[in-house]
């Protein structure tokens, strides 16, 4: 850890680093077993509830927890790391457990203010999270209708949400909402099990199709006041955070179609008569087209993996006794995320298309759904406009203007006024 500036008491309860091909020895045969029916989920858009139930017993989902608490203590890096393999297999589940990973970052973070212990032995047992932030319609940007309220002595949660990705899978749903109680906008750690929690499979995109990104509604919803978190003591890193998820996916994505174009090549048989060689597999531009492929999906890694060093640095940074320092790692970590995704997501949607290039017009056949990598590339890069994402990093090099941190969607203020 270097000189790092950090408090002594906290060394034990940090994630800072384990022995990755130890962790990754226990999932890997897992990922495996998820790539195998990945064509088939593809196809006709069956949910991976088999899949992610084995990494759930696994213990997937406490791979952040500290070793001191039973998880295997993964710096962010590391995470990553390991998400990219579980992407390459299917992009799908990682979306799915976005939601998941970010709320135990938030709990990692609320740890050196008070002990987050019942959290990660939920964790560590296998309990998942789910998200629900995004509401749709004419909600007011800045705006925010799903509401905690009191009646009598309960506290009652209730709303509707889209885009609530692995809830469906999930224990529990990190839920953003506006507590009329305390006149704040909060986080409700809602039970997905609750009487009153709907969720449906209603999610209609051209790509990333099995995510279960679909309709939360919650209807009078009991939660208990300490599920009830302030959103201002969110961890500050949250948006990069998600952001490098985003990466680490595309990231997956590239290496799964190289690995599976390359497949395709090497069994093709057929031939242009105006190609370069008897077989597919020996001409030089048809080898061009996957060594520029390789080439990306290297990159598109590499620089997954660097973004997620700032966020580690943003991590060790917010149990230390500088402020001043805090705050640079976590503007670090933003810029960086910013960066990554401009690059990668052009990266890998170009390289999901050219691969075509070596193959003939065989492979637009569904049955082997070769278009699933562009298409589930392009619907993960379409989550954070890359054009807002440049107007900013280039506002902050010109400017210095700093980097939105948090940032909603929704109605215009102009819809609807007179």
């Known amino acids: 850890m270097g000189n790092l ?13 384990a022995d990755y091909e130890k962790v990754a020895a226990k999932y890997r045969p897992i990922f495996e077993k998820i790539a195998e029916g990945v064509v088939e989920r593809e196809k006709n858009r069956i949910l991976p509830y088999e899949q992610i139930n084995l990494l759930k017993q ?29 992407a390459k297999a299917d992009s799908n589940i990682v979306q799915a457990l976005r939601g998941h990973f970010a709320f135990v970052e938030d709990r990692l973070n609320a740890h050196k203010f008070e002990s987050q212990e019942l959290w ?42 889209y885009y609530s990705t692995g809830t469906i899978f999930a224990d529990w749903v990190d839920l953003f909402a ?19 929690v709907e969720v449906l499979d ?12 679909g309709t939360l509604t919650l209807n009078d919803v009991a939660i208990e006041r300490d599920h009830i978190l302030p959103f ?6 949250q948006t990069a955070f998600y952001q490098v998820f985003h990466l680490a996916t595309l990231a997956g994505i590239a290496h799964a179609a190289v690995a599976t174009f390359v497949h395709e090549v090497q069994k093709r048989d057929r ?3 105006h190609g370069n060689a008897d077989l597919v597999r ?74 075509f290039n070596s193959l003939g017009a065989s492979a637009s056949t569904t049955a082997k759904q070769l278009d699933r990598f562009w298409r589930n590339a392009r619907v993960v890069s379409s989550h954070n406009p890359l054009i807002y994402k440049e107007k900013v990093i280039g506002d902050w090099e010109v400017n210095r203007e700093p980097l939105p941190f948090v940032w909603q969607i929704g109605a215009s203020p102009k819809v609807g006024a007179a």
């Not at 989902?61 to 579980?86: H, T």
């Open 5 to 17: 500036d950090i408090q002594n008491r906290f060394l034990e309860d940090l994630s800072v680093s």
């Open 58 to 86: 696994a213990g997937f989902g406490a791979l952040r927890v500290p070793v001191k608490f039973g998880g295997d203590g993964v710096s962010i890096p590391q995470l990553f790391q390991l998400l990219i393999e579980l």
């Open 120 to 161: 990660f032995k939920r964790f560590v047992q296998g309990d998942l999270a789910g998200n629900a932030w995004t509401e749709i319609g004419q909600v007011k940007i800045g705006d925010v209708i799903t509401r905690v309220t009191q009646k009598g002595n309960q506290l009652l949660v209730n709303g509707k949400k």
């Open 178 to 196: 506006y507590d009329e109680t305390t006149d704040q906008h909060v986080i409700a750690a809602i039970s997905r099990h609750a009487s009153g």
């Open 202 to 213: 209603d999610w209609d995109g051209f790509g990333q199709r099995t995510t279960g990104s």
């Open 232 to 237: 201002d003591q969110r961890f500050k890193y």
């Open 271 to 273: 031939i242009f008569s």
């Open 282 to 355: 020996n001409d030089p531009q048809i080898l061009q087209v996957i060594g520029k492929a390789s080439s990306q999906a290297y990159a598109s890694e590499s620089i997954t993996i660097r973004t997620a060093e700032a966020l580690q640095r943003a991590y060790i940074s917010h149990f230390g006794e500088s402020e001043v320092k805090n705050i640079q790692a976590n503007n670090d970590a933003e810029l960086e995320s910013s960066q990554g995704q401009v690059v990668i997501s052009e990266l890998v949607l170009d390289l999901t298309s050219q691969l």
